[in-house]
């Protein structure tokens, strides 16, 4: 007899949604009768691997709501990047547990591990359905329209960026942001959705989809300094040479790397720093600054898509269904339909595990400073209802007396 245990996990960064997902597992599957009981696994991979679950079966359907609402991750999270060894440790666990559905919601490592756990529970002959739950602001996985937890960043990446350029053209100067993304440059693009009037910031978008180029950017921000009086920069963490090294250890003396051998580029202001001390040096300009959004953008409270609330609880209530009465395993990926609504398609773990997607030539501007309409096309059904809007005087000048 089938055992009717679910196990669910969090992975990965945190976002505003993920909770979403969640609850969106645990309500969905309390409808199915022959379910026993929903654990949730604390710290993701880590917490199955030591066997450190709590009973979701008892979570209140109220508390839950209340959870849902919340961002960053309720069950915790984990950067641990399981191998084979490892996922065979995850399935010894959900075996002697009697496990027999297993959902992670996380991004494209998290994608990779349901791979390879669901393929060691085929050579076992174990009934384990297991399903990828899609999760990153970086919107980086491959076969979804967008992911869930990149339109609520996206948002604040927006807002930012609009309220930065206020800041900017009320005291004018040079002001770099340096926002998240290795690979993909989505979330820097988002910045561009901030803009009102045709000489507001940020005028330069620098995206890891294409070269960067120390004395190019330096021009770009003298041409640009010298048109408007000031100039407001989103730049990616990711941005590179043409022979894929980082800027930012290019730039500095010592580099921070993590446990997976990368250069540490979120969570430290250094970009911006470096960046900023090129600007001052070589064009001679005194009032520059600088800021790294980093982690503000995953989980920010007051700034959530009411779409990316809606659709991450729909990716959790469809994964739910897919395992009920779907005969494989997969990851649940976001496919557009019409000017803006979607529908779900579960997609086979080996098309989106491991693979990065990585913004389409389409959406960025032919200088690659800059996106195109495409791109403000697609991104702003996202953003969700109730963006806020900035204004300016429309002041008529007094003519001058003493100085005319």
Known sequence: MPSGKILVAQGGGPTAV???????????SRRFQHVTRVYGALHGVRGIVNEEFVDLTQETSHNLEL????????????RDKP???YCQQIFAVLR???IEHFFYIGGNDSSDTVRIVSEEAHKAGYPLRCIHIPKTIDNDLVGSDHTPGFPSAARFVAQAFAGANLDNAALPGVYVGVVMGRHA???TAASALGKKFPDDGPHLIYL???????EQFLADVKATYEKYGRCVIAVSEGIHDASGEPIASLLAKEVERDAHGNVQLSGTGALADLLCDEIKAKLGIKRVRGDTFGYLQRSFIGCVSDVDQREAREVGEKAVQFAMWGERDGSVAIKRTGFYSVDYELLPLTEVAGKTRTMEDEFISASGTDVTDAFRLYLRPLLGSGMPDAFRLRAAKVAKVLKP
């Open 185 to 187: 440059g989505f979330l």
């Open 18 to 28: 993920i909770n979403q997902s969640l609850v969106g597992v645990v309500l969905e």
């Open 208 to 214: 890891p989809e294409r070269v960067f180029v120390l």
């Open 67 to 78: 959870v849902a609402a919340t961002p960053s991750s309720a069950l915790g999270s984990t």
């Open 83 to 85: 191998d084979i060894a």
């Open 96 to 98: 002697a547990h009697e």
